[in-house]
């Protein structure tokens, strides 16, 4: 199997290439960031395949796309679930994050799509069995019997193989208040995502059950933080632009923003329990900006979108003296960040 035959197949089997880009977007799907089976998700073009070759141009020319881009290939795919490609259709979002981002995180996993179904192809006939129990529909009741009675046997198996092979994760969602600020414009954060695997489950029930914390008062100052340092950050980008001349930024607006915890650790260290959150995030900022004009006698009104992925990380210790839901929480602070600018 080449590079090139990793692609979308009209009216073809795109199981394979389903079941990776789903394992590449950790289960989720691109726009609604929720956790979905392989059977509630279909592929999706975030460039309709229906444009036409004058709507791709314009398209390529609008999201800074190359002049190889292929609708078909892994950089124009991503796994949607069925009631999000229903409010999609066929439309872009144009000027809208959700399609940048995405744009942009199809392009980093390329690679590791196209990679990750080479070696599938060259697999055994296991491989293929497994597949079909990956897409087996549980709504069935004779299929999901065969699921929960045999199932369990393979996990075992694969526990045999290592500690942690078995573990799994789930998703929980932390609903927070709406939040309100002079620098930001009002966003409604609709919820955190924690997706934990074993010990991050175990450090969620220890803070709740031992230290008496709840985690949407845990999670809500911090959020708040990661925005602000989100805006700053969306700032200074802009404003390290100097060609063709320089420019100054007002405060950023964020229009959308997914939070998702991925791991929390904890270690004990007499007489305090500290716990390590790591998370990451997605997010679509806008921001009014003036630029001198380039003979120098005057200003222009621009105005600049970015597209923003990253991850974050905050502490938060327990001391064994102190009260139920007395904790005291470490300042957010990013450790990775990819930003994509356009500027209008």
């Not at 799509?113 to 055994?124: D, E, L, N, P, Q």
């Not at 985690?215 to 969306?234: A, F, K, S």
């Not at 905050?314 to 356009?342: M, P, Y």
Request: with cysteine; charged share 25%; glycine share 6%.
């Amino acid at each position: 199997m080449t590079r090139e035959d990793v692609r979308y197949r009209n009216g073809g089997d795109n199981s394979v290439l389903k079941m990776i880009l789903l394992e590449q977007w950790q289960y989720r799907c691109y726009m609604c960031g929720r956790p979905k089976d392989f059977t509630d998700t279909q592929i999706d073009h975030l460039i309709p395949q229906s444009f036409s070759a004058a709507e791709l141009r314009v398209a390529k020319k609008q999201y800074n796309l190359t002049s190889s881009f292929d609708l078909h290939s892994p950089e124009n795919l991503a796994p949607i679930c069925s009631k999000c490609n229903r409010d999609k259709s066929n439309q872009t979002f144009e000027g809208a994050g959700v399609m940048l981002l995405a744009l942009s995180k199809a392009a980093k996993l390329r690679s590791d799509v196209i990679a990750a179904c080479k070696r599938f192809g060259s697999g055994t006939q296991l491989s293929k069995h497994l597949l079909r129990s990956i897409a087996a529909d549980l709504a069935q009741t004779k299929t999901r019997e065969a699921f929960e009675t045999y199932a369990p046997a393979i996990v075992q198996k694969l526990a045999l193989l290592g500690e942690g092979k078995a573990d799994f994760v789930t998703y929980h969602e932390v609903i927070l208040d709406e939040m309100h600020s002079d620098d930001f414009h009002d966003i409604f954060i609709p919820d955190v995502g924690l997706s934990l695997l074993a010990r991050g489950r175990t450090a969620m029930s220890i803070l709740q059950d031992v230290c008496g914390c709840q985690m949407g008062d845990l999670l809500q100052p911090r959020v708040h933080d990661l925005i602000e340092l989100l805006q700053n950050r969306v700032r200074h980008d802009f404003e390290s632009i100097t060609e063709p001349t320089r420019i100054n930024a007002g405060p950023a607006e964020i229009f959308r923003l997914q939070v998702t915890i991925e791991t929390i650790d904890y270690q004990r260290y007499e007489p305090v329990l500290e716990f390590t959150f790591q998370g990451k995030f997605d997010a679509y900022l806008v921001a009014s900006l003036v630029q001198d004009s380039l003979n120098g006698d005057g200003i222009q009104d621009r105005q600049g979108e970015v597209a923003v992925t990253g991850t974050f990380s905050f502490t938060a210790d327990w001391s064994f003296s102190a009260q139920q839901g007395s904790l005291d929480i470490g300042e957010c602070t990013i450790e990775e960040w990819s930003s994509q600018v356009d500027v209008t």
